[in-house]
């Protein structure tokens, strides 16, 4: 029987998911966006910085409807596209310390 060290840590959410919020914003269906903040707000509830964009930045923007703010929700979007792909391809950040048993 083997045995594996592996540290989990905790669930963030990946490119692809952001990724789909962020065409969900740019599509201007805020119903739906609404339905999909509350689904991944659940689901990624300890991913801080994913967290704080759709509990707290979207409700804003629903709220104003300032293209201002709508500008900044899609460029944290981007670059939190860009920093979870980089994670997700190596690095210190994955969910466990070492793919080897």
């Given amino acids: 029987m083997f045995k594996y060290s ?15 919020v962020l065409r969900m914003v740019e ?24 967290k704080d964009i759709l509990c707290n930045k979207i409700p804003e923007y ?7 703010k709508l500008g900044e ?3 944290r979007l981007k670059e939190l ?6 994670r997700t391809s ?3 950040m994955l969910w466990y310390k070492t793919r080897r048993p």
């Fill in 62 to 68: 629903m709220e104003s409807k300032n293209s201002k």
């Fill in 81 to 86: 596209i860009n920093v979870r792909k980089l």
């Fill in 27 to 50: 599509s201007g269906d805020l119903e739906e966006l609404h339905k999909m903040c509350g689904r991944y707000g659940a689901l990624y509830k300890y991913d801080s910085e994913f």
């Fill in 73 to 75: 929700i899609k460029s």
């Fill in 90 to 92: 190596g690095g210190s």
């Fill in 6 to 20: 592996f540290e989990l840590k905790m669930i963030t959410a990946s490119h692809y998911v952001i990724r789909d």
